[in-house]
């Protein structure tokens, strides 16, 4: 598992070795989408890979304008690996991207952002490498159909797995095997029908470098989890963006749709992306210390207590849609509430209890797969080593009780503060605190991120009446 190339020279040698016949160059725009580009291999020297391929910026949302449009990508050759996918043998590259008038790495490249935050974590002193782990929850449809216009608006999704079909008529019989709704856990063939669906996209990840770990259904109708080994900061978010394309594209070729929305199906559990972190200096772990709550170090409790007094910063780049906080919904294993816990998942960090010294780590349970994992990754860290550079700020915990059972009037009593209940709390959120950011982030790239929030979601999706507005208001 991990590279399978760490220089040019072993790049071209890999490359001859699987008879390539292109190198498909990706980079990731500020939604955390990949793009990419395809050249022939014969026309790609080691000149070109070092001083970077051109591009036009200016037709990447939020990125360039027209009239400074010229960027380069810098390909980075240690991410190769071969495409599972193409039917000719094809190469990928992750790129960062290159600002040709600033002469600077772009800042809005949000590779090239999580490797400003690696750099700070260590001009700081105060650790060397920052672990993160994942854990990418997706939801698998048979068909998803949508539609918005000016009179009309509907989305409909269908699973076999779905409570809905218990009295569809298919054409070789309705075998009546569902989980139900927040029946999905664990259960086997025939409820679980989606072993062998992960087991290819499990084997195909492997293929690409990942360390997988496990996979299993999840609790909602039609949803699953792989498990794949942690890894440092960026490499967890590449990874995350290889994880995401084999998903869809496994499900893509077996005649079915996977998504990571965080919420499509109202009523039922919906999809995170639990981010696992310790921070380690000198190959010892910061965050360990025996005997204490969970084995937690005053260091990582200073770190979690930055990502909590920024939370409604923090959201903006780990919940950046309006679809992720009717996941933040209580009563859906939801991780609304800020506090810790190693006891429960119901807290918006677990602390994996009893761990021991290379295993201790906090994990964040509030992030959603919309987020940009290079972005949502750097902002954890830069909001955790605010934490440590301030000695640590007031923070509600440890509550190992079922906080999901706690009443909004009890939630107030104890004085336990939530997530931001909506994308614009979050942003407004981002707009008021983003200071600590600064070091990493740039006031133009908060600004410009800001604007596109505010255009491509909040303000058309506050615009939009709903079905349920319909029931609730028509006849009023």
């Known amino acids: 598992m991990g590279k399978f190339v760490n220089n040019t020279d072993e790049f071209y040698k890999y490359c001859e070795e699987n008879e390539v016949e292109f190198i498909d160059f990706r980079f990731t725009d500020i939604k955390g989408a990949w793009h990419h580009v395809t050249y022939r291999m014969h026309a790609v020297s080691a000149e070109m890979l070092e001083n970077g391929l051109p591009f036009d910026g200016s037709s990447i949302d939020a990125w360039q304008p027209i009239d400074k449009s010229d960027m380069i990508l810098k390909p980075d ?13 094809t190469i990928i590259v992750i790129c960062d991207v290159y600002d040709i008038y600033k002469h600077q790495m772009y800042e809005r490249c949000p590779r090239s952002i999580a490797k400003k935050a690696l750099e700070y974590l260590d001009e700081a002193n105060i650790g060397d490498i920052a672990y993160f782990g994942p854990e990418n929850e997706f ?7 949508f539609r918005d216009d000016m009179n009309s608006a509907y989305y409909k999704v269908d699973t076999q797995e779905g409570g809905w079909n218990h009295d569809t008529k298919y054409e070789y ?3 009546g095997h569902r989980p139900g709704v927040k029946g999905g856990y664990f259960p086997t063939m ?46 967890a978010a590449d990874n995350v963006q290889k994880y995401k394309y084999v998903v869809k594209m496994v499900a893509h070729l077996n005649g079915k749709t996977a998504t990571f929305m965080p919420k499509p199906l109202y009523g039922d559990n919906g999809n995170g992306m639990h981010v696992h972190q310790s921070i380690w200096k000198d190959g010892r772990n910061l965050f360990y210390s025996k005997g204490e709550y969970g084995n937690l170090s005053k260091t990582a409790l200073d770190y979690l207590s930055g990502i909590f007094k920024h939370s409604d910063a923090i959201s903006a780049l780990t919940n950046p849609s309006t679809n992720s906080y009717k996941r933040l919904v209580p009563g859906f294993e939801a991780p609304s509430i800020l506090t810790y816990s190693s006891q ?9 209890y009893g761990a021991s010294e290379p295993a201790v780590r906090i994990e964040t ?14 902002g954890l860290l830069m909001a955790g080593i605010d934490g440590i550079k301030k000695g640590g700020y007031p923070m509600v915990g440890p509550m190992d009780e079922d906080l999901f059972e706690l009443s909004l009037d009890e939630i107030r009593e104890k004085k336990i503060p939530q997530m931001p209940h909506t994308l614009r709390e979050a ?9 600590f950011l600064k070091p990493v982030f740039t006031a133009e790239f908060i600004q410009a991120y800001q604007h596109y929030q505010f255009k491509r979601q909040i303000w058309p999706d506050e615009g939009r009446p709903t079905a349920y507005e319909y029931i609730t208001t028509y006849s009023c």
Do not use: W
């Open 139 to 145: 939801f698998v449809f048979d068909n998803v159909e």
């Open 344 to 352: 429960n998942r119901s807290a918006a960090c677990r602390i994996p």
């Open 365 to 378: 349970r509030f992030p959603d797969s919309t987020a940009c994992p290079y972005l949502a990754f750097a």
């Open 77 to 89: 050759v240690e991410t190769a690996f071969l495409d599972p996918f193409t039917a000719d043998s």
């Open 190 to 235: 025939p409820t679980d029908s989606m072993v062998d669906l992960r087991a290819e996209m499990m084997l195909i990840m492997e293929e690409i470098g990942l360390e997988v770990v496990l996979g299993h259904h999840e609790v909602a109708q039609g949803q699953g989890e792989i498990g794949i080994k942690f890894g440092t900061l960026v490499e």
């Open 427 to 435: 942003m407004e959120g981002l707009i008021a605190d983003n200071d």
């Open 173 to 175: 019989g309705n075998m």
